[in-house]
């Protein structure tokens, strides 16, 4: 019976580990609940959050780009350089408590006032029972043995989930990343795109004269 028991125990280990990160997400979605701004610095990673932001924005940015064949090489990459000013500010606006608050709680940034499309549910990262806990731990991906994604909310089309990573320092799960929902990247890359269109005129402009 022995040979049984050691790989009960480590399964029942395991699990009893990968239920951890929700209480994590619990204390979290109060936080969001009561725009507990102090929690909120103290469990997120902005550094890599900020990171994340960038790469996400200049990709959208850039793949626009990419799709219009009018632009000559050197174009661009004048555009492409913009485009990663642009992206760096934007994900200064987004990465304080405040704004990760913004976004959680219905998964939209309203401080950026960008449309939201029609048709679109306003859920966030919201926990007020065990049932739905149950739901975002039957959704959560384990990344090893130091992280997990889990989307919000759990049960939302892909395009509509906004995607965040809990990672463990210490004895804590820290919030370092959340991945955007498909909707509000392309929203965010729509109104950038037209700042580089302004940007666009203005570089044909100085080259004229």
């Known amino acids: 019976m022995r040979w049984i028991a050691i790989p009960l125990t480590a ?10 990160p929700l209480w994590s997400l619990y204390d979290l979605a109060g936080a ?3 725009h507990d701004t102090a929690y909120i610095e103290s ?3 902005f ?13 959208a940015l850039r793949g626009a780009a990419d799709a219009d064949a009018g632009l000559d090489p050197r174009e661009r990459q004048r555009l492409n350089e913009v485009a990663y000013g642009l992206a760096l500010a934007l994900a200064e606006t987004l990465v304080t408590p405040e704004t990760v608050i913004d976004l959680l709680d219905d998964g939209w940034p ?3 006032e960008v449309e939201r499309p029609a048709g679109a549910r306003p859920e966030g990262l919201a926990i007020r029972g065990l049932g739905r ?4 731990y039957g959704a959560a991906e384990m990344r090893g043995f130091r992280a997990v994604v889990i989307p919000v909310p759990p049960d939302a089309p892909r395009a509509e989930r906004t995607r965040i990573r809990l990672r463990l320092r210490g004895l804590t799960w820290r919030l370092v990343d959340i991945e955007m929902a498909d909707a ?3 929203q965010i ?4 795109g037209r700042a580089l269109a302004r940007a666009r005129i203005g570089t044909g402009a100085d080259e004229e004269r």
Not at 11 to 20: P, Q, S
Not at 48 to 57: A, D, E, K, N, Y
Request: glycine residues 4%.
């Open 110 to 112: 309203e401080t950026l």
């Open 47 to 59: 550094r890599t959050l900020r990171l994340s932001l960038v790469r996400q924005i200049t990709g």
């Open 184 to 186: 509000l990247r392309a």
């Open 32 to 34: 969001v609940r009561r």
């Open 43 to 45: 469990h997120v990673n």
């Open 189 to 192: 890359a729509a109104k950038l």
């Open 133 to 136: 806990l149950l739901s975002y």
């Open 11 to 20: 399964g029942l280990v395991w699990l009893a580990y990968t239920v951890t």
